[in-house]
C-alpha cells in the first residue's frame, strides 16, 4: 500500500513537470509568433504597404525627348515630331512569323521592311524591342490597337520620332538615331531606359558623339489596374527632363546649298568664317537620309548605300584623305620666303625637271618664272627647285603651323588628320633616310602629304588673317584667341596678292565671282591618285573614275578685308579649276547673293538631270533594276 502511494506522488510530480515543459513551449511560440507580428506590422510596415501597392499600381515609363540640334540662327537641323509607332518586345512574342504575317497585312509592309524586321527580331537575344514601323498613319495605329489582345508581343504607342528637315544634306554632319544594340545595353550597365520601345540612340556623327546632352531623363506615368489589368485611373505622373538643345555654328541654308552644289559628285567642302572660326558650313556628299536610319533602314537600302563607290556613309570632310596638289605652294612660298629666297629670283621652267635617274613634270612650259607667277601660274618646277636648295627641314614646320595634319577639338570620333613628312617622321615611319625625290614630291603636295578639306580650309583661313584660325563648332564652346603666327607681314601680303592673281588671271580666271568690288584670292589643286600619262589624265571616257586626279581649291573672301574661307576636294574630279573652283565660287556667292546663286544652281541641277531627290529616285530605281528587285511604288501598292 505504502509502494502504491509512493508511486502515485511520483506520477503526480512527473506530470505537472511536463505540463510546465509544454506550457514554457508554447509559451516561447506565442512570444515568437507576437514578435513577428510585431516586426512585420511596425518596422516593415512600409515594404510590404509598398508590395500591396505595386500589385495594384504599375508604371508606365515615359521616354525622355531628345533634345534638339539647331543652327546658329536658331533653325532646325534635329527634332521631333508627334508619332505613333508599334514595336515587337520579343520577351512577349509567341509565334513570330505569324505575328509578323499578321502586320505586313495590317499595315502593308513592303518586303523590304519585312526581312529587316525578321533580321532584327533574330539578332535582338530576347531583351531589345524591335521597330516595326515609326510614323505610323493613325488608322494602322488604330488597327493594330483594336487588335492588341490577339498579337501578343506587338505594343503601339504614341510619342516623338527624330526628324531631319535637311535629309540627306546633313547626313554626315547629324548622324542618325537608332534602338540600342547588345552590346550598348551592356556596355551601359544594363539601363532600363534603352529597353522602352520608341527611345533611340545616337549611332553615328554628332547624334552620338552629344548623346550625354541630347539624351534626357525619363519619366513615367503611374496607373492603377485591377488584378486582371484593367485600368482603374491614372495617378500623378513623374515628368520626363527633355535633352538638352544644342546650337551649331553651321548656317543650315548655306550648308544645304552646298550639299546641292556638290550635284553628283563625291566630295565635300567647308566653310569658315575667320573672324571667329566658325564652322558656316562642312557637307560630305553624297550622303544617306538620316530619317530613314531613324525608322529602320532596309537590308536592300543598305546594300545600295555601302556598295557605291561614291562612299556615302564616309564623312569626306574629316574622314577622307588626299593628297593636297598645288593648294600647298602658297604655304610653301611662305616658306621659301623665310628662308631667305628672294621672290624676284626666276627659275626657267622647260615642263620637265631632272633629279638622278627620274623626270618630274609639270603641266605647261612656263619659261622663266619668279615666284609669284609660279603661284598665279602653278609651275612645278619653280617649286620643285626651289625647295630642294631649302631642305624639308624648314618647309614642314610652316606648313603645318597652317593646320595641315593638325587635330581639331571638334565633337567627332571619326577625324583622320593627315600626315606632312619630314626627314625625322620618315625615320620613325619607315626606317630609311629622306630622299631628295622626297621633298620634290612634297613640295607640291603630292607623295606622302595627306590632308582632309578641313584642314584645308583653316590653311585658307590662316593666310587670309595671318593668324591661327581654329576651326569651332558648338556655340557654347568658347572662340580661341587668335594668335598671330610666325609670318612676316609684308611675305603674308605677298602670298595674298598672289593667290588674287590665281582667281583673276591665273588657274582659277573661271572662277571669278560675278559681283561688282569683292575678289576672291584662292588656289586650284590637282592631285594625282594614279601614275598616269598627261593624255591618260585628260581622256576621262577612257579612264576609270577612280583612276581621275583629285579636284581641289581653297579660297577667301574678300581679297582686301578677309571674312570668309573656303575649301572644297572632289574625289576624281579632274582639273582643281573646272570642278572644285566653281563650287566654291558659288557656295560663297551664297553668302552675298542669294538669288545669283539660287539661280547658279538651277541651271547647274537642270544641266545634271534635276533636283537632289529626283536625281536620287532614279538611282535607286536603276539599282533596284539591277538588283531585280521591284519598284519601291509596287512594293507599297
Known amino acids: 500500500m505504502k509502494h502504491m502511494r509512493i ?40 515594404k510590404y504597404q509598398l508590395l500591396s501597392e505595386s500589385n495594384r499600381v504599375q508604371l508606365i515609363p515615359v521616354p525622355p525627348r531628345r533634345g534638339w540640334i539647331i543652327d546658329r540662327d536658331g533653325k532646325p537641323i534635329a527634332i521631333n515630331k508627334a508619332s505613333f509607332r508599334v514595336d515587337l518586345i520579343p520577351q512577349q512574342i509567341v509565334d513570330g512569323p505569324k505575328i509578323i504575317a499578321e502586320l505586313q497585312r495590317l499595315m502593308s509592309l513592303p518586303p523590304d521592311e519585312v526581312d529587316r524586321i525578321t533580321r532584327e527580331l533574330s539578332q535582338s537575344r530576347g531583351f531589345q524591342p524591335v521597330s516595326v514601323a515609326d510614323n505610323v498613319p493613325y488608322e494602322q495605329y488604330a488597327a493594330i490597337t483594336v487588335r492588341l489582345p490577339d498579337l501578343p508581343g506587338v505594343a503601339a504607342s504614341r510619342g516623338f520620332t527624330r526628324f531631319y528637315p535637311g535629309g540627306s544634306s546633313v547626313g554626315q554632319l547629324i548622324g542618325y538615331v537608332g534602338a540600342a544594340s547588345v552590346t550598348e545595353y551592356e556596355k551601359e550597365n544594363k539601363n532600363p531606359l534603352l529597353l522602352i520601345p520608341g527611345v533611340k540612340i545616337g549611332k553615328e556623327g554628332l547624334e552620338k558623339t552629344l548623346e550625354p546632352v541630347l539624351r534626357g531623363e525619363p519619366g513615367g506615368q503611374r496607373v492603377e489596374v485591377t488584378a486582371r489589368g484593367k ?10 527632363r527633355s535633352g538638352g538643345t544644342v546650337q551649331l555654328t553651321i548656317d543650315s541654308d548655306l550648308h544645304q546649298y552646298a550639299a546641292r552644289r556638290i550635284g553628283d559628285q563625291s566630295a565635300a567642302i567647308v566653310v569658315i568664317d575667320v573672324a571667329t572660326g566658325d564652322i558656316l558650313a562642312m557637307p560630305s556628299m553624297p550622303s544617306f537620309n538620316p530619317n530613314n536610319f531613324s525608322d529602320g533602314i532596309s537590308q536592300n537600302e543598305w546594300k545600295m548605300l555601302s556598295g557605291d563607290d561614291h562612299l556615302p556613309l564616309v564623312d569626306k570632310a574629316l574622314e577622307s584623305l588626299y593628297p593636297s596638289g598645288s593648294t600647298i605652294k602658297p604655304s610653301m612660298a611662305m616658306a621659301l620666303l623665310n628662308a631667305g629666297i628672294d621672290r624676284k629670283q626666276k627659275v626657267n621652267c622647260t615642263g620637265a625637271f631632272q633629279l638622278g635617274n627620274h623626270t618630274f613634270h609639270c603641266d605647261k612650259r612656263h619659261g622663266p618664272v619668279d615666284m609669284d607667277a609660279a603661284v598665279v601660274h602653278s609651275c612645278d618646277v619653280y617649286f620643285y627647285t626651289m625647295c630642294l636648295r631649302v631642305g624639308a627641314e624648314k618647309l614642314s614646320p610652316m606648313v603645318r603651323s597652317m593646320g595641315f595634319g593638325e587635330r581639331f577639338d571638334l565633337p567627332f570620333d571619326n577625324q583622320r588628320y593627315g600626315t606632312i613628312p619630314d626627314p625625322d617622321w620618315m625615320t620613325r615611319k619607315y626606317h630609311r633616310k629622306w630622299q631628295g625625290y622626297d621633298t620634290v614630291n612634297m613640295s607640291i603636295g603630292q607623295g606622302m602629304v595627306l590632308i582632309n578639306p578641313m584642314q584645308l580650309a583653316v590653311m585658307a583661313s590662316r593666310l587670309a588673317t595671318g593668324k591661327r584660325v581654329v576651326p569651332r563648332l558648338l556655340m557654347n564652346k568658347p572662340i580661341v584667341p587668335q594668335t598671330q603666327l610666325a609670318v612676316d607681314q609684308d611675305h603674308l601680303d605677298f602670298i595674298r596678292l598672289a593667290m588674287a592673281g590665281v582667281v583673276d588671271h591665273g588657274t582659277a580666271a573661271g572662277a571669278k565671282l560675278p559681283l561688282d568690288g569683292i575678289q576672291m584670292a584662292g588656289k586650284t589643286g590637282t592631285a594625282q591618285t594614279h601614275n598616269l600619262s598627261a593624255g591618260e589624265r585628260g581622256d576621262y571616257t577612257a579612264s576609270q573614275w577612280k583612276l581621275r586626279d583629285h579636284s581641289l581649291f581653297m579660297a577667301f573672301v574678300p581679297f582686301n578685308n578677309p571674312r570668309y574661307a573656303a575649301a572644297a576636294i572632289v574625289e576624281h574630279g579632274g582639273f582643281g579649276a573646272a570642278v572644285a573652283a566653281p563650287l566654291v565660287r558659288d557656295t560663297l556667292l551664297f553668302l552675298y547673293d542669294r538669288q545669283k546663286a539660287i539661280a ?38
Request: aromatic share 4%.
Open 600 to 637: 547658279a544652281l538651277q541651271a547647274f541641277e537642270q544641266s545634271i538631270g534635276g533636283t537632289t531627290d529626283e536625281r536620287l529616285a532614279r538611282k535607286t530605281a536603276s539599282w533596284r533594276s539591277a538588283n531585280g528587285l521591284l519598284p519601291l511604288a509596287a512594293e507599297k501598292a
Open 231 to 240: 485600368l482603374v485611373q491614372e495617378l500623378d505622373p513623374k515628368p520626363d
Open 7 to 46: 508511486t502515485m506522488a511520483h506520477q503526480s510530480i512527473t506530470f505537472s513537470r511536463r505540463m510546465m515543459v509544454l506550457g514554457g513551449a508554447e509559451a516561447a511560440v506565442g512570444g515568437l509568433l507576437i514578435g513577428r507580428m510585431g516586426w512585420l506590422a511596425i518596422a516593415q510596415n512600409q
